[in-house]
């Protein structure tokens, strides 16, 4: 059974073809990686999934439902989450709260019951803060609640930004090249959290500068160059793929 | 928490110890620190510039003056039907341009502002009085108890004060209050996390604008007299400039803001020729020394559960 998939997907930005008739299959409970070469249209597949982009053409269906069209908030609601390539917390707010905001989805008191703070307000209240630091605690970051989260280092921003996503309860968890700025070191910790997360039951997409950690982590690989779709199977069986070596490595032309 | 109390109970017993005039003056810093406080929501935790709040509490203030004079209903009455007529405004003008940003948004509520005023000069439908404005409008009333003197309005303010400090508070340490904060500091992320930016952007605004509605009944019942002269760009300026100066997104920071931009002019009468070159200089000083504001916010505080239970599902 396939939790997400996307069919004939296309996106042009002008005389841009971003994305061309893509087609994905995203197993339940599998880590899947998407990788390709810079501009391969990687980030825009995601920006497609998760609404911030409208596709020009194709179907991306999650779970028996259409995408497409839907906004961004609705989407994080039935269950998928992501983070960013380029990290994007509310900086000047604690780690606490950004991981709040995560939460945001699966609560419901609006401006009424939080003036007159009702007894289920509060309740909610209480549930989330419990729910945003077993997060905290799940990511490693318990200890640096109170601070500020830009005063994090740049792995523990990332961090940040998985217990936020891992908060909306998603189904499907869309990592956006959560190694880039990482350490050796630190990568080795992300594949651990990364299998972690799965063992909970949440499948993981995964795009990917970085080889290594692709070739370690996901169990099927799609390759992307100039938005089409050229390779897909195993590590194994991409990487001796003759067309993703062309890809990122070019030709020898005679 | 001890110098609040203190302040709290200096400004209870001041009408004991002061005359008319400065009891006047603090029921006028008394109306911007609510005006504050519901622009405070839009300004200071959206982060959305809005520079027409007072076209939200013209309409407030005329939605009093014209149920009172017309129907004979008692001003306080009013309170609820001004809050909704500011708020449903605000919804209608404000849900096609509420995508904007910036700049943008700022310009146009500066629009707005105007638009408000000069159609309550031009007289529109026919119940607004025109440049005359409208006038005869009664005086409050509780239980049969009519409110006319500064220190008779005094208590009636600043209890009103004190329910939108009581009301604030709880909406900024909520739900909405942070999804806010979320949105003013990353739009992306924000929706990102899952939360409807357009629907808190509008919401902030409807309910700041109900509360400016709600200061535009009491300044009407308080002044019997509302003209279109009163709710000039200036007005929201001021409103603006205040929860700046005091500190935005703190609510002591814009009450203060309110004591300093409506109390100290009248302290230095004196020298009223030269009150716009200080308030430029000390805006300016502001901008350069304490960007924040005088009183910046406190970060909220959580109350964490300190068990350690390790390796729990998120």
């Known amino acids: 059974m396939s939790l997400l998939s996307i069919k004939n997907l296309t996106k042009r930005f002008g005389g841009v073809l971003a994305v061309n008739e893509v087609a994905l299959e995203v197993g339940t409970g599998s880590i899947m990686g998407l990788i390709g070469p810079n501009g391969a249209g990687k980030t825009t597949v995601f920006n497609l999934i998760t609404g911030i982009s409208r596709p020009d053409q194709g179907e991306i269906i999650f779970d028996g439902k259409l995408l497409v069209g839907l906004p961004t908030h609705r989407i994080i609601a039935l269950g998928i989450a992501r983070t960013f390539q380029t990290i994007r917390l509310f900086q000047n707010l604690s780690v606490l709260e950004n991981v709040l905001a995560g939460c945001h989805s699966r609560m419901k008191s609006g401006s009424l019951r939080a003036m007159l703070r009702t007894p289920f307000q509060r309740g909610e209240e209480k549930a989330a803060l419990a729910r945003a630091v077993q997060a905290l605690e799940f990511v490693g970051l318990r200890r640096d609640a109170e601070q500020l989260a830009k005063n994090l280092s740049h792995g523990n921003q990332r961090l940040l930004e998985i217990a936020r996503a891992l908060v909306t309860k998603p189904r499907l968890l869309i990592l956006d090249e959560p190694a880039g700025g990482m350490n050796e070191q630190e990568t080795t910790d992300l594949i651990t959290l990364i299998r972690k997360i799965r063992d909970q039951g949440i499948t993981i997409l995964l795009i990917e500068h970085d080889m290594s950690l692709v070739m370690r982590v996901c169990e099927h690989i799609v390759v992307l160059d100039y938005g089409a779709k050229i390779s897909e199977g195993t590590a194994e069986k991409v990487k001796s793929d003759p067309l993703v070596i062309e890809a990122y490595l070019g030709t020898d032309e005679e | ?314």
């Open chain 2, 1 to 314: 928490m001890i110098t609040y109390g203190v302040v709290t109970a200096l400004l209870a017993m001041s009408p004991l110890f002061l005359n008319k005039y400065w009891v006047d003056v603090l029921n006028n810093v008394g109306l911007y620190a609510i005006l504050g406080l519901s622009l405070n929501i839009i300004v200071g935790h959206a982060g959305l510039f809005n520079l027409g709040h007072a076209a939200f509490y013209a309409v407030g203030a005329y939605t009093a003056a014209i149920f009172n004079t017309r129907f004979n209903i008692p001003v306080l009455w009013l309170l609820p039907l001004c809050a909704c007529s500011a708020g449903l405004f605000a919804a209608i003008v404000m849900r096609p341009i509420i995508h904007l940003r910036g700049d943008y948004l700022c310009i146009v509520t500066i629009g707005l502002g105007e638009i408000v005023r000069i159609a309550l000069i031009n007289d529109v439908f026919g119940i607004t009085g025109g440049a005359n404005g409208i006038f005869g409008i009664d005086r409050p009333s509780i239980f049969g108890i009519a409110i006319r003197r500064p220190h008779e309005f005094f208590y009636l303010i600043w209890g009103f004060v004190a329910v939108a400090v009581f009301l604030f508070y709880r909406l900024e340490n909520s739900r909405f209050g942070r999804a806010l904060n979320y949105l003013r500091e990353d739009e992306v992320a924000a929706e990102g996390s899952g939360i409807n930016v357009a629907h808190y952007k509008l919401a902030c605004f409807v309910i700041g604008a109900a509360w400016a509605g709600m200061v535009g009944n009491v300044f009407a019942s308080k002044m019997t007299i509302i003209s279109p002269e009163s709710f000039s760009f200036w007005e929201s300026v001021l409103i603006f400039t205040l929860i700046l100066l005091g500190g935005s997104a703190s609510i002591p920071g814009v009450i203060l803001g309110a004591l300093l931009i409506v109390g100290l002019p009248e302290v230095f009468r004196g020298i009223a020729n030269a009150r716009m070159l200080i308030f430029g200089g000390a805006m300016i000083a502001m901008m350069i020394f304490r960007t924040e504001g005088i009183l910046p916010p406190r970060p909220r505080k959580y109350t964490l559960s300190d068990d350690s239970s390790g390796e729990s599902r998120a």
